[in-house]
């Protein structure tokens, strides 16, 4: 697999270029920010880039895809309930061939209605669902912290240890991590009630 993990924008959010080595075909991953450098490693790999793949709806994810699409004439993905505009709505469970590559979508809502995470070859690509150490916020509108509970317990936490997981933005102390180092690190996975979650996660600051 080729993947490039580019930091764009200013909030540091990742940007991925994900391509099959064999037929060159690839996708890009929330390319919302610096379009010079994202499409410039797409044609040093050589990759024709068939969709843009979006973890949810927010600005800071979705600002490039217009242009984006017209640079490389990919299909935006995105999951059935996200008000932005797509070429293929996606729900849990649906699997896209690239070359390759099996991108299954798994819908975990949460930090907001439309986010999901895409399982590439034992890579998950989390936006902002999890990030290394942390979760995203439930406090913006359509945000829901028993949602991202059971977005973890019943689906995140039931993969495999050894899943690597890219996040959505550089928020922690390395920019990949492990599922296995998440169970152990990160607040957000360690083990408690809904109540106690929504609780946690509703708190004052």
């Keep these: 697999m080729i993947l490039s993990q580019i930091i764009v924008g200013s909030m540091k959010n990742f940007a991925y270029v994900i391509g099959d080595e064999d037929t060159r075909r690839g996708v890009l991953i929330d390319p919302s920010y610096d379009l010079d450098n994202i499409v410039g490693r797409v044609r040093n790999d050589g990759l024709e880039i068939l969709y843009i793949l979006n973890t949810h709806s927010h600005w800071d994810h979705t600002a490039g895809n ?64 999890l990030f290394v150490g942390n979760c995203g916020r439930t406090d913006l509108p359509g945000g829901d912290p028993g949602e991202l509970y059971d977005s973890f317990t019943q689906k995140i936490l039931k993969l495999e240890d050894s899943i690597k997981i890219y996040p ?25 009630s809904r109540e106690e979650f929504v609780r946690m996660m509703t708190a004052p600051s």
């Design 168 to 192: 959505g933005h550089d928020y922690g102390s390395r920019l990949s991590s492990s599922l296995r180092y998440e169970k152990r690190h990160n607040y957000s996975l360690q083990s408690r």
């Design 66 to 129: 217009k242009e984006a699409a017209q640079r490389t004439g990919a299909k935006i993905v995105a999951h059935a309930n996200a008000p932005t505009h797509k070429d293929i709505p996606v729900r849990d469970g649906d699997v896209l061939e690239v070359g390759n590559l099996r991108i299954n979508v798994m819908h975990t809502p949460g930090h907001c209605p439309d986010s999901v995470c895409f399982f590439i070859d034992g890579l998950l690509f989390t936006g902002d669902t």
